[in-house]
């Protein structure tokens, strides 16, 4: 069975073919970041006419490296929620547009959904009952999945997602958009047990909170600075090599402490309801899912076996919509021609 996914719910246009929901033959992602970097992060109204732009062709690309013609094709799949309004608009009328013009099935995704199923698309099949960590730039969702299409939610952020921590403080230490990287390169090059930054534990609870951690790394950014202007820091021209380079330091030892509590929380919680829930494995997604030190970190404390998608298949794509349109629609399950978008679409 070959599937078209489609995905605009943000500032990623992408399209992508599928063959069973585990082989990829083409898988294209057109970013946006460019364009958006420049606002220091996402612009919605940006975003939704540059998709407009560049999904037919990105979708006809997808179609022409996965050497398949549209009669080839089994199914249309579309991220449907959550995400930005507009964004969501024009890949779920594009897709409705293709399936009705090729008669074809038409199934709406929910992209978190989406991102568990990037744990299939490189030739494993995930042991379930598993933990799915989902953390990107809109969630940080802690889930039971039991089956296809079966989530028990367990907690979810009570403020700020992991991603949209990130992108927060390399704003405030002015690392550059998007945060999660500029972040993960800065720490590289810093102490991440100089600085000990608050965990929000929130006990016998699985939700995660990160706006305090935020905030400290606010004050913390604050009073360095201002130590730096007490001393003749701030006077640009008047500032040695040797100054500028601890400056440096500063910034990626903040960096990094700042990486390692987001970290220690996120496996900690994740590994700590996996051992009491009797998971078999645990599946992580989404963009925050990329950083080397949770990859690492989860690897080496988790007792059970975990999955984690390549960086690729982490960040927003199109194949993982087309590989959960594959289990949704061989449950039976596909949409109707009133489709609708739903920003605020949860699992479970
Ligand atoms: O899943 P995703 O591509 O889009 C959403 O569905 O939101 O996730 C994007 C988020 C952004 O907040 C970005 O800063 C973060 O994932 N991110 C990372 C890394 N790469 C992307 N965060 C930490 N480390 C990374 N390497
Ligand atoms: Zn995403």
């Known amino acids: 069975m070959k599937i078209l996914g489609i995905e605009t719910s943000c500032d990623e246009?992408?399209?992508?073919?599928?063959?069973?929901?585990?082989?990829?033959?083409?898988?294209?992602?057109?970013?946006?970041?460019?364009?958006h970097s420049r606002y220091g992060g996402i612009v919605p109204e940006v975003a939704s006419r540059q998709h407009l732009l560049t999904a037919i062709p990105i979708i006809s690309e997808a179609m022409a490296q996965a050497q398949t013609h549209w009669s080839d094709l089994d199914a249309i799949a579309v991220t449907s929620g959550p995400g930005l309004a507009g964004s969501l608009l024009v890949g779920v009328n594009i897709a409705k547009a293709i399936a009705l013009a090729q008669g074809l099935p038409l199934v709406g995704i929910n992209h978190l959904e989406g991102h568990i199923y990037a744990n299939w698309l490189e030739g494993s099949t995930p042991d379930l009952p598993a933990i799915c960590l989902i953390v990107s730039g809109g969630h940080s969702d802690l889930l039971l999945m039991r089956g296809h299409g079966d989530y028990q939610p367990l907690g979810r952020t009570r403020d700020d997602a992991a991603g949209e921590a990130f992108d927060k403080v390399a704003r405030i230490l002015e690392l550059g958009y998007p945060g999660g990287p500029a972040i993960e390169q800065a720490a590289g090059e810093g102490n991440g047990a100089r600085y000990r930054l608050p965990r929000a534990w929130l006990k016998d609870s699985d939700d995660f909170?990160?706006?305090?951690?935020?905030?400290?790394?606010?004050?913390?950014?604050?009073?360095?600075?201002?130590?730096?202007?007490?001393?003749?820091?701030?006077?640009?021209?008047?500032?040695s090599e040797i100054e500028i380079r601890l400056e440096k330091v500063e910034k990626a030892d903040i960096a990094a402490s700042f990486q390692q509590a987001v970290v220690d929380v996120l496996v900690t919680k994740t590994v700590a309801a996996a051992k009491r829930l009797g998971a078999h494995q645990i599946l992580l997604g989404g963009g925050v899912a990329a950083n080397l030190l949770l990859r690492r970190t989860m690897t080496e404390r988790s007792p059970i076996p975990i999955l984690i998608p390549s960086p690729i298949l982490c960040t927003d794509n199109a194949a993982m919509i087309a590989s959960c349109c594959y289990f949704r629609l061989t449950a039976g399950k596909r949409s109707g021609w009133d489709l609708d978008i739903a920003p605020n679409l949860r699992l479970g």
């Not at 246009?13 to 585990?22: E, H, K, M, Y």
């Not at 990160?210 to 008047?238: C, I, M, N, Y």
Request: proline share 0%; charged share 30%; net charge negative.
């Open 13 to 35: 246009t992408a399209a992508a073919v599928v063959r069973d929901g585990r082989e990829i033959l083409s898988n294209l992602i057109a970013s946006q970041v460019d364009l």
């Open 209 to 239: 909170s990160f706006s305090g951690l935020k905030t400290a790394v606010l004050r913390l950014a604050a009073q360095k600075s201002a130590k730096g202007e007490e001393s003749g820091e701030a006077v640009e021209d008047t500032r």
